[in-house]
């Protein structure tokens, strides 16, 4: 794949498949993280939202694998109470329920594969989306200078930090203005964090201020 198909790439799977060793484990567990959160939202299915949380925590290596497996045990026991479903959003809650699995199971490559191809065709913008803010370019990597990070106080990778830790997305246009006023005049990170979004855990552009992979 060229970067110029990859720009004007649509199918989330095949953008997927190249991704492969050319980024960490935890992106692709971040980017089912980011989805199972969002259908959990959408869908007022708490247990997906929770799977999500956990997810995301062992992604950043701050819960083990056994307390991943006890929520992935106790997502296969909720999955028989789908019944209370309403009309119509059976199918989607039971969708819902086995890509949260697959978010808790699994290698984190074949986890995110597997849930972009259980996503609804109405949901592959967005999943798209999340790939794209997680992923970044696969062809070129700006990089971040010391001094944009250390500038005024630190303000930038404090406020870097608290974005990540408290879920603060909607700040990350505030946080390029903090960049630019240390210095920061690379086009890409600006643009992306002043963008439309959406800006999840894993961003490209956040995880390069807060030294992540």
């Known amino acids: 794949m060229t970067e110029s198909q990859w720009d004007a790439c649509n199918d989330p799977v095949q953008m997927l498949e190249f991704l492969r060793g050319k980024r960490r484990n935890r992106k692709f567990r971040l980017l089912a993280s980011a989805f199972c959160r969002v259908l959990g939202e959408a869908l007022k299915l708490?247990?997906?939202t929770r799977a999500a949380?956990?997810?995301?925590?062992?992604?950043?290596?701050?819960?083990s694998r056994r307390e991943l497996r006890q929520?992935?045990?106790?997502?296969?026991?909720?999955?028989?109470d789908l019944a209370w479903g309403?009309?119509?959003?059976?199918?989607?809650?039971?969708?819902?329920?086995?890509?949260?699995?697959?978010?808790?199971?699994?290698r984190s490559a074949d986890s995110a594969e597997y849930v972009a191809k259980e996503a609804a065709e109405e949901d592959k913008?967005?999943?798209?989306?999340?790939?794209?803010?997680?992923?970044?370019?696969?062809?070129?990597?700006?990089?971040?200078?010391?001094?944009?990070?250390?500038?005024?106080?630190?303000?930038?990778?404090?406020?870097?930090?608290?974005?990540?830790?408290?879920?603060?997305f909607g700040d990350v246009p505030i946080?390029?203005?903090?960049?630019?006023?240390?210095?920061?005049?690379?086009?890409?990170i600006l643009n992306h964090l002043r963008g439309p979004g959406p800006h999840v855990r894993g961003c490209w552009a956040l995880d390069l201020l807060l030294g992540k992979e």
Not at 72 to 80: H, K, M, R, Y
Not at 175 to 188: H, S, V, Y
Request: aromatic share 8%; charged share 25%.
């Open 125 to 168: 913008p967005i999943f798209l989306l999340l790939l794209r803010d997680i992923m970044g370019s696969p062809f070129h990597t700006p990089g971040i200078r010391s001094e944009w990070v250390v500038s005024n106080g630190r303000n930038a990778s404090r406020m870097a930090q608290a974005i990540y830790d408290e879920y603060m």
């Open 53 to 63: 949380a956990h997810a995301e925590r062992y992604a950043d290596q701050v819960s």
């Open 46 to 48: 708490e247990p997906c």
């Open 71 to 80: 929520v992935e045990e106790q997502l296969q026991i909720q999955a028989s």
């Open 86 to 106: 309403r009309a119509g959003l059976t199918d989607k809650w039971e969708r819902a329920t086995s890509i949260a699995r697959w978010t808790v199971s699994g």
């Open 175 to 188: 946080l390029a203005d903090a960049l630019e006023d240390a210095g920061c005049d690379n086009a890409d």
